[in-house]
């Protein structure tokens, strides 16, 4: 099922960051002791090295930045900095204040600096150049955001998501790994031929409707949040992938009413939804780069981490054709915790057909499908 996305994996993610053991950033498995922060899988450019004459033109921009240290009797005086001096300055600033995977935040923030994604890129030598003033307080600048736990994705503007490079803005949800594991998932069950019609409930960036659209080139969506800049973002990540004229996109929560603009609309093929479904009680275990900078409510799935799916499951006899399927990204205690709830709810006319693992093979997205007749 997943060839094709390990070597998908293979060609275009770095092995030394799974190597490294970089945690990822879902929002699961926080009873399980699951660290999060927004460090994920690191891209390496398809160009190859920076050629010579970029690297010149780097070097030129890098004009004494003047700092203040301290001498061995402790006096103050200004002096020049290497970019490997501010990079182990930074590194040491973080890993004191016990910001996660603090050098290799420091490397990807430099690199971003000097209009690069990775640091190798910038050349084997860059470490032992002065950097020039305006370099400096760039450095400084976006540092300075990432000590106060802003994720990495929010400080660049952007993250890599399959191939795509989506745009992300505070405080959208910010795309995860997961979510790539979870498009291959959904896609393998259908055809790419298909006309599948779907909608996607909690867009945030709008990475699942965008990348599944991308697949299914006779598809069409629509797409719901209730945040309003993650409905724009998604418009504009829609656009730059050319989707938009395909995916419909609504400032809407799903309750337990039918949001009126479903209410004439064609019967669906699919709901997928990376829901809030972290546990009420876990959220204050979360890590300052969600708590103080994500939308909670992206979050939030209420006292077991189900509010939303079950209204999702509620509402799917007004949403699916008859056959139609639910694909959910849950907490790895969600798939018992449904099937309870169906055994119990035998009015909504939706079975658990199963459950997928994930990378660290714990079950963490369902399928589910609506059992009703027209």
């Given amino acids: 099922m997943f060839r ?21 950033l879902g929002h699961c498995g926080l009873a399980h002791h699951q660290t999060l922060h927004p460090l994920c899988w690191w891209k390496i450019s398809k160009t190859g090295t920076t050629s010579r004459l970029r690297q010149n033109q780097l070097f030129s ?35 004191h204040e016990e910001v996660p995977e603090a050098e ?3 490397e990807v923030l430099v690199a ?12 084997c030598n860059f470490k032992a150049e002065e950097v020039g003033e305006e370099e400096g307080q760039r450095i400084d600048a976006l540092c300075q955001k990432r000590l106060e736990r802003m994720p990495l994705q929010y400080i660049l503007g952007e993250w890599d998501f399959r191939d795509m490079t989506l745009k992300m803005k505070p405080p959208v949800f910010i795309a995860r790994p997961e979510g790539e594991m979870f498009v291959e998932i959904i896609s393998d069950h259908y055809s790419s031929a298909d006309p599948l019609r779907l909608l996607e409930v909690g867009c945030g960036t709008g990475a699942l409707s965008i990348a599944l659209l991308r697949i299914f080139q006779e598809g069409s ?8 800049e993650a409905v724009q973002l998604t418009k504009e990540n829609a656009e730059r992938y050319g989707v938009l004229e395909r995916l419909e996109v609504y400032h809407e929560l799903i309750t337990s009413d039918v949001p009126r603009v479903l209410e004439d609309t064609e019967r669906l093929d699919a709901i997928v ?15 300052p780069e969600i708590s103080l900078h994500e939308d909670q409510l992206a979050f939030d799935g209420g006292v077991d981490g189900s509010d939303v799916i079950v209204n999702i499951l509620r509402l799917s006899e007004h949403i699916l054709k008859p056959g139609g399927y639910i694909w959910l990204e849950t907490d790895t205690r969600h798939p018992e915790i449904l099937q309870e709830w169906l055994k119990r709810h035998p009015e909504v006319p939706v079975r658990f057909v199963r459950s997928f693992q994930d990378f660290n093979d714990r079950p963490r997205y369902c399928q589910l499908q609506y059992t009703g007749v027209d």
């Fill in 112 to 123: 971003h600096a000097f209009g690069e994604k990775m640091f190798h890129e910038l050349g």
């Fill in 4 to 24: 094709n996305m390990l070597r998908r994996i293979a060609r275009s993610r770095h092995h030394a960051a799974r190597v490294a053991n970089l945690t990822l």
């Fill in 221 to 228: 969506g629509m797409a719901f949040d209730g945040l309003a």
């Fill in 61 to 95: 921009q890098l004009r004494s930045y003047s700092v203040e240290v301290k001498d061995d009797d402790g006096v103050k005086e200004s002096g020049v900095i290497t970019v490997g001096e501010l990079m182990r300055n930074w590194t040491e600033r973080l890993q």
């Fill in 273 to 287: 939804s990376n829901p809030p479904y972290v546990f009420h009680r876990d959220m204050k275990e979360l890590p």
């Fill in 104 to 106: 290799l935040s420091v």
